[in-house]
Each structure stands twice: as structure tokens, then as C-alpha cells.
């Protein structure tokens, strides 16, 4: 199942890559379970991801894969913090 993840995984980031925007990215596996993982990207704006997230190419194939999935995915936004 990991592997499946895994793979998966690294065919969604390869889509992502080419969408206008997207800066970078990055995977982390939790250590006691290597089926749970956190996919953090960075983008140059929020409507980039938004357009990325509801695009077809995306949501065709997180169709594709949802059924694989031990639990639906959690979204959460987050900036730079700044030093005042």
C-alpha cells in the first residue's frame, strides 16, 4: 500500500510541476507509519493552488486514486511567518 502512495504520489507532484505557479515541493512519511504522509508545495499565490487544485487534470486523477486512500485528504494553507 505504501509503495502504491508512493507512487502515486510522485505522478501528482510530476503534474503539478508544470502548472503555472508551483515553486516547489515536498514530501514527508511519518516514520511509524509509511502510509501516512504530508505533501507540502509552495506556490507563488493562492489563486495558482486554487486553480491547480480545480483543474481537470487534478481532479481527474485524484479520482483515479481516491479509493486507495486510507482517508480523504485534509488541505490547510499556510505563509511565511515574519519577524517583527
Known amino acids: 500500500m505504501a509503495h502504491d502512495a508512493h507512487y502515486h504520489n510522485?505522478?501528482?507532484?510530476s503534474l503539478a510541476t508544470?502548472?503555472?505557479?508551483?515553486?516547489?515541493?515536498?514530501?514527508?512519511?511519518?516514520v511509524h507509519n509509511p502510509n501516512e504522509m504530508i505533501i507540502i508545495s509552495t506556490w507563488a499565490s493562492k489563486?495558482?493552488?486554487?486553480?491547480?487544485?480545480g483543474s481537470d487534470i487534478r481532479r481527474d486523477y485524484y479520482q483515479k486514486i481516491r479509493d486507495a486512500l486510507e482517508a480523504d485528504e485534509?488541505?490547510?494553507?499556510?505563509?511565511?511567518?515574519?519577524m517583527k
Open 47 to 53: 489563486e495558482d493552488w486554487n486553480n491547480w487544485y
Open 74 to 82: 485534509e488541505i490547510a494553507f499556510y505563509s511565511m511567518a515574519t
Open 10 to 13: 510522485a505522478k501528482l507532484r
Open 18 to 30: 508544470v502548472q503555472p505557479g508551483y515553486i516547489s515541493g515536498q514530501t514527508m512519511v511519518n
